[in-house]
């Protein structure tokens, strides 16, 4: 026997293209991501313009990728990892397609920025910078890891949000600071706020991806395990043995 | 039922061993074994088909045995009650022991009867006899001695409702059998197969000739019957064996391959054989 290819080549095909959609729309959401804080770096209203038109897209793919998981469950009764795959990517869908909404978010806030009617002094905190950059890469990084089904990339990803949780908690105590300092700074620092809190959710997002992907690759579900049940999740084999 | 006097000279006590790749891992505390198949091989003649086997069948469980054909599922499943005793040139090799007494119903001082009377089987086609539907159920209890006709009545309605074909014949019991449509038919050999209050149920594949309707049914049936017997399945349909069974024995080319929690086989096998055959790598 082997164990590659099912007996049925439309069933191969099927989850090879599941497998190519998901990453597609991660591609979407990661570009609407960046094209949302370089849009809130400038600010520069055409690229804000641009990530939330984005967003109707990866809406589009969320629902077309929900139905081609209900489709494969109903024609396939998929099993083992056939069934962790179809699981996974239907979480994963949901994680992008928020990720996206938070990436929307920060689009809006540079839209307000970008009025050049408004005279304001916006907060340019270097941290929101790097944090943005943290949770874009820990997106790119649990997307490489479905991709190679690597639950070893996967849980350094997880264990990287605490960073971004970090930064986030210092960005909100650099603003305070600058709100309390000049009152009129108090409308465009509670915006950098929100800008930094959808960054901030962007890397739960990107840690709950991770944390499907290790659920795809070993069969463990890692929601809300200490480090030492992720550990042992990922001692576990791989994969089947014999 | 107990076992005659006669077969209780025959219990060998020794005592039970699970064997370690048989013990599901991934149930923290596995119920009590009805039935302990121990190092079973099985010959059709000089060809071997069952290549020693170890496993637990839990009591009031559901086991599902699958594999692809020829695996030895079936043959397997008729050791449990002797069928092979019936051709000539069949031999067995270690034990089935039912617990918690330990008899091993493969040793020559049992009668195959006797075996029978504690081990029912349900086929794959229905096979009623060709008399009425009461008689179909009265007849265990009457070749068992049961007397006096009231207490087979009682005993065939006790039977028919637990196979939940009571309400459906209790105006005509006294029809033939042949005339109950192919679930009914196959309900009421699991009925007749209760009437002798047996330990053990095995069942071989008991819905592939049935139609989507009856199959489900009869899987309802399966599932409340685990409340009062241990039951033993054979089926090609894996989804039937992720519906109906608690536990799961794959099997391949006459070896248990792997044998674990229902829901672990089927979402995280620990073989690749396994993995394989029931996502549909290989049939």
């Known amino acids: ?242 | 039922m107990k076992p005659s006097p006669d077969s209780q000279a025959t219990i060998d006590m020794a005592p039970v061993t699970v064997s370690a790749d048989a013990t599901p891992a991934s149930v923290p505390e596995a119920p009590q074994a009805k039935a302990q198949v121990e190092n079973l091989s099985f010959f059709y003649g000089e060809a071997k088909a069952l290549q020693s086997i170890n496993l637990p069948v839990y009591s009031h469980r559901v086991t599902a045995l699958i594999g692809p054909s020829g695996c030895g599922k079936s043959t397997f499943l008729r050791c449990f009650n002797r069928i092979h005793d019936l051709y000539p040139g069949n031999r067995y090799e270690g034990a089935i022991r039912l617990l918690p007494e330990g008899v091993d119903i493969l040793s020559d001082a049992l009668e195959p009867i006797d075996v029978r009377m504690r081990v029912g089987m349900v086929f794959q086609k229905p096979s009623p006899f060709p008399t009425t539907i009461f008689e179909n159920v009265a007849y265990g209890p009457r070749l068992r001695g049961l007397r006096p006709n009231a207490a087979i009545a009682d005993k065939v309605e006790q039977a028919l409702r637990s196979a939940a074909l009571w309400d459906e014949v209790k105006d005509r019991l006294h029809s033939l059998a042949s005339n109950l449509s192919g679930g009914q038919q196959q309900r009421l050999c699991i009925a007749r197969a209760l009437a002798a209050d047996p330990e053990l149920l095995l069942f071989d594949e008991p819905t592939s000739a049935l139609d989507p309707i009856a199959t489900a049914s009869i899987e309802e049936l399966i599932t409340t019957l685990r409340e009062t017997v241990t039951i033993l399945i054979v089926t090609h349909n894996m989804q039937q064996a992720a519906r109906c069974s608690d536990y799961t024995a794959f099997m391949y080319l006459g070896e248990l391959v792997e044998f674990g929690a229902t829901e672990q086989i089927f979402l995280k096998p620990g073989k690749r054989q396994t993995e394989d055959y029931i996502t549909g790598r290989f049939g």
């Open chain 1, 1 to 242: 026997m082997n164990s590659g290819d099912h007996l049925s080549r439309q069933y191969d095909q099927e989850l090879e293209d599941l497998r190519t959609r998901i990453l597609t729309m991660g591609g979407l959401v990661e570009q609407q991501l960046s094209t949302a804080i370089e849009a809130y770096e400038r600010p520069d209203l055409a690229l804000a313009d641009r990530a939330i038109d984005t967003d109707r897209k990866v809406n589009e793919e969320e629902i077309e990728l929900d139905r081609v998981v209900v489709n494969l469950i109903v024609r396939r009764q998929p099993t083992a990892r056939d069934l962790r795959l179809i699981i996974g990517v239907a979480r994963i869908v949901t994680e992008l397609e928020r990720t996206g909404d938070e990436a929307t978010k920060i689009a809006r806030a540079a839209r307000w920025l970008s009025d050049r009617n408004r005279n304001v002094r916006a907060p340019r905190l270097r941290d929101i910078h790097l944090s943005a950059l943290a949770a874009s890469r820990m997106l790119r990084g649990a997307l490489d890891a479905f991709a190679h089904l690597d639950g070893t990339a996967a849980a350094a990803i997880i264990a990287e949000d605490r960073d971004v949780d970090q930064q986030f908690h210092a960005i909100l105590r650099q603003l305070i600071t600058f709100m309390m300092e000049d009152p009129r700074t108090i409308t465009p620092s509670l915006d950098a706020v929100w800008v930094a809190k959808a960054i901030e959710r962007i890397g739960d997002h990107a840690k709950n991806i991770a944390q499907h992907v290790i659920f795809v690759a070993h069969g463990e579900d890692v929601r809300h395990a200490t480090p030492e049940q992720l550990a042992r999740a990922l001692s576990s084999q791989e994969g089947p043995t014999g």
